[in-house]
């Protein structure tokens, strides 16, 4: 995006999330940001039909010899005839559906929405099928009505939008909140007074991802149930290169790295000299849930990236009721909750999916790894975050299970990471880079060489910043570095061990590590800068400078006692 756009997309969040956050005081977040997400989405599919519409009323008037929408002129006697027969044809649904655009009916679209909202309740709003009057009963109803209209019309919505009368909302919060969503132009927006080429998906998407972050730091522990911080996401979609195949993610909170793949796609169209959208028609996503709620919030993010999806047919436990048996993925990314404790069943005990060993019944971490990889294509690869200890523990059949993934060659790479990166948690984290076929490979029309019995380390502790006070992040460049030292390594592309960084190690130095895969253990110290003054004389200056700076210390103490003595306020003999 230009820096237009960037700074445009800055303020508007801000914006919003002002006005969102002024629910807090009347709701709990995790409840929220149920409110304010189904608004994002009723505000979305809105814009999205009525650019549609404009674009339709365009064809109707356009008389061109390929224009097979022309509505002529000439079939009407009036103008009000042909204006009423524009208005009838934008009614017609299959103009929506062609084009992957939701129906919204009438009484769900945004200006309806808007325009009632204001009303006094008991106000007579519409009549139903049956010729009833329809009256206002609150403003959060009129939303819910709303969500269930779009429901009953697109099959592929229904039962994941959450409804928000069960939260009580004061009418006049919710309508503020209404008429700021209304105040803002998310369809060709303009900025500064230059017109921006973001289209309503572009922004409300952006939008729903911001706030998912927002809730997620204020939920706390909560919020990383649901919400995998941006820059890991991106950082692991980069290494990956998800360009086309299938893409699953057994733990997807609300579907960042699917999010994240179909950005991949658009940033990286211009080098390879392709279509996004054509591209986009190779890629299919699969993910499971168990939450409900979260369940809901990742089928809302795809609807407004406009991605297709098979989540399954409803909420599930992915160790006791995986909904995608057969799928054998050329992609699986996840971030499982860490070290979790309370996942086995005795149901569990003979899984065809423990082909590296049972996993400990008190810890999921190697139930998740060894999940993703039956779920792996033949010459797929995944990435998984898993707590440090992974990288080492040997109790309960870690340490064998982790073996047999370094014998049988799986594992690619590892990457440890700084701390303070998540919401939910201060365990220090890593990422494993596994794939079925390190013999070779071909990824965006490049090949990769030969990678049996090598295997990559990472130590990226050292890199990020501090967002704030208690989270750290990754700058681009950071992402880039990593991305780019792993995708060298693959391709015999220039790469070099770096000292404290990066180390590609052989199967035999695995083994004399006891099959601990912590990349501290492989890449050694970062090397220190030389400023060609040696050592002795290094030392010699330093300590001579530290015994100045005692003295110094001393003088100014005595200094501090005498002037407090005479103002009365040290005794001296103290």
Same mark, same amino acid.
């Given at each position: 995006? *230009? ?23 009347? /709701? ?28 339709? /009323? ?47 009916p009438k009484a769900a679209r945004w200006n309806t929405l808007k325009e009632k909202a204001v009303l006094p309740v008991g ?37 994941? /939008? %959450? ?49 998912l972050g927002q809730f997620a730091l204020a939920e706390g522990k909560q919020g990383g149930q649901y919400y995998t911080p941006? *820059? ?28 994240? *793949? ?9 080098? @390879? ?5 054509? @591209? ?89 790894? @060894?999940?993703?990889?039956h779920h792996l294509a033949p010459t797929g690869s995944m990435a998984l975050l898993l707590a440090n200890g992974s990288m080492?523990? %040997? ?27 998540? !919401? ?10 596994? !794939? ?66 990066? =180390? ?42 530290? =015994?100045?700076?005692?003295?110094? %210390? ?14 009365? /306020? ?5």
């Amino acid at each position: 995006m *230009s820096n237009t756009e960037q700074q445009f997309l800055k303020e508007l969040d801000d914006k919003l999330w002002k006005a969102a956050d002024k629910l807090r005081s009347n /709701l709990d977040a995790a409840n929220y940001k149920h409110v304010v997400l189904g608004l994002i989405f009723l505000k979305y599919v809105s814009d999205a039909f009525e650019e549609r519409q404009e674009a339709l /009323l365009e064809l109707f008037k356009s008389d061109s010899d390929d224009n097979i929408y022309y509505l002529p002129r000439d079939d009407y006697d009036r103008e009000e005839d042909y204006q009423q027969a524009l208005q009838d044809e934008l009614e017609v649904l299959d103009y929506y559906r062609e084009a992957n655009v939701f129906w919204v009916p009438k009484a769900a679209r945004w200006n309806t929405l808007k325009e009632k909202a204001v009303l006094p309740v008991g106000t007579v709003l519409w009549q139903d099928d049956a010729g009833n009057d329809v009256k206002l009963r609150s403003v959060s109803w009129l939303v819910d009505n709303a969500l269930e209209e779009i429901e009953k019309s697109n099959a592929r919505l229904k039962g994941i /939008l %959450n409804r928000i009368s069960q939260y009580q909302l004061e009418n006049d919060k919710l309508l503020g909140l209404i008429n700021t969503f209304s105040d803002t132009s998310f369809t060709k927006p303009v900025y500064d007074g230059e017109r921006l080429s973001l289209h309503s998906k572009d922004v409300l998407g952006h939008v729903y991802e911001y706030f998912l972050g927002q809730f997620a730091l204020a939920e706390g522990k909560q919020g990383g149930q649901y919400y995998t911080p941006k *820059s890991i996401v991106t950082l692991i979609v980069e290494m990956l290169e998800p360009y086309s195949g299938r893409v699953y993610d057994p733990a997807m909170g609300s579907g960042g790295f699917f999010v994240s *793949s179909d950005k991949f796609i658009e940033e990286h169209a211009n080098e @390879q000299h392709y279509d996004p959208a054509e @591209q986009k028609k190779h890629i299919s996503v699969y993910g499971q849930e168990s939450n409900p709620t979260t369940w809901k919030l990742a089928a809302m993010n795809m609807a407004i990236r406009g991605i297709d999806f098979n989540f399954g047919k409803k909420n599930a436990d992915t160790f006791l009721d995986d909904q995608h048996p057969d799928l054998r993925a050329d992609f699986v990314m996840a971030n499982p909750p860490f070290n979790t404790k309370d996942w086995w069943s005795e149901s569990l005990a003979e899984d065809a999916r423990w082909k590296y060993g049972t996993p400990p019944k008190g810890n999921a971490n190697f139930a998740w790894m @060894q999940h993703m990889l039956h779920h792996l294509a033949p010459t797929g690869s995944m990435a998984l975050l898993l707590a440090n200890g992974s990288m080492s523990s %040997n109790t309960n059949n870690e340490g064998e299970i982790r073996k047999r993934l370094v014998e049988e060659d799986l594992v690619e790479c590892m990457v440890a990471l700084p701390g303070q990166l998540f !919401t939910n948690t201060q365990i220090p984290a890593c990422i494993w880079f596994l !794939t079925r076929d390190k013999a070779n490979g071909v990824v965006r029309n490049v090949t990769k060489r030969d990678r049996r019995q090598e295997f990559l380390f990472i130590d990226a502790r050292n890199l990020g910043y501090m967002r704030d006070r208690v989270l750290r992040d990754f700058t681009n460049a950071d992402i880039a570095r990593i991305a780019d030292t792993f995708h060298a390594w693959q391709r015999g592309e220039a790469y070099e061990d770096i000292a404290g960084f990066c =180390r590609s190690a052989s199967l035999d130095e695995v083994r004399k590590h006891d099959f601990v895969l912590t990349p501290g253990r492989y890449v050694g110290a970062r090397e220190q800068e030389d400023d060609g003054e040696p050592f002795a004389e290094k030392m010699a200056r330093l300590t001579r400078q530290l =015994r100045e700076q005692f003295a110094e %210390n001393e003088r100014l103490e005595v200094k501090i006692k005498r002037n407090l003595t005479g103002l009365g /306020l040290w005794d001296s003999r103290l």
